[in-house]
């Protein structure tokens, strides 16, 4: 990810990535989009037309490379936090997406009610932790690493919202497969789970899953790990064709 010194406010920072064709606004401090992110955006399916969501999109770290990767569907942002939602608005606004891009200000939850069965494909990259887990994070980045609405509760709003059989996608940590899994099961079927690992000789510490609303229950498909770094620390051709924009196959 690079940095653009023509900031647009003192708190913010103008970065690209995508090799500078995506362009985010983020937080100078707290909470900034990562290779999470753009592990998420690779991983959504191709989708010509049709609508896609992301609960709880920040400031578009992963909704607005998507959106550039797809970009012949609709795409709808909702992030609780105000300030940060007008980011996300603001870097749809500098990629030029119109109203391709909507982002808008609501609790996933609740926002989703009103909207069963409508999108295409549903994506999120839910905060990580528990309250009373972890040590009180830096200034900023509580809404994006402490969970404010349980993740079942996050599934449950993801798959209200996904129109039958259709994906629902998210990263997350590998500690939390299991939590994970039990929620799908109930509603969804054709369940994937991609582990992702630093090093090829550590544990994976994230999960890319995949599932399809309304399928019957059949074998869960446990692929093998997405190495990130090599063991000298470079970053190994798959992580690097995701920091370009090119898609996971999986």
Known sequence: MSRDPDTPAPDTTRDTVYQGRVTLVQPAAGFRAGFD???LAAALPALEKGEALELGCGCGGALLPAAFRLSGAAFTGIEQ???IAALARKGADLNSFGARVTVET?????????????FDLVFANPPYFE???????????????????PLEGWVKAML???????PVILIH??????RLLTQLDRQAGDITVLPIASKADEPARRVLVRAR???????????????????AGART?????IVEGHPIVW
């Open 237 to 241: 051709p798959a992580a690097q064709a």
């Open 131 to 149: 309250p009373g887990k972890i040590s009180e994070p830096g200034a900023g980045k509580a809404g994006a690493y402490i969970e404010s609405l």
């Open 213 to 231: 609303k309304g399928l019957k229950r059949g074998p869960l498909t446990l692929l093998p790990p997405l190495v990130s770094h090599d063991a």
């Open 37 to 39: 992110s753009l592990v």
């Open 160 to 166: 209200h919202a996904a129109k039958p059989r259709a």
């Open 173 to 178: 940590r590998a500690a939390e497969l299991a």
């Open 81 to 83: 936090d105000a300030a």
């Open 106 to 118: 609501a609790e996933a939850s609740a926002w989703v009610q009103a909207h069963e069965n409508r």
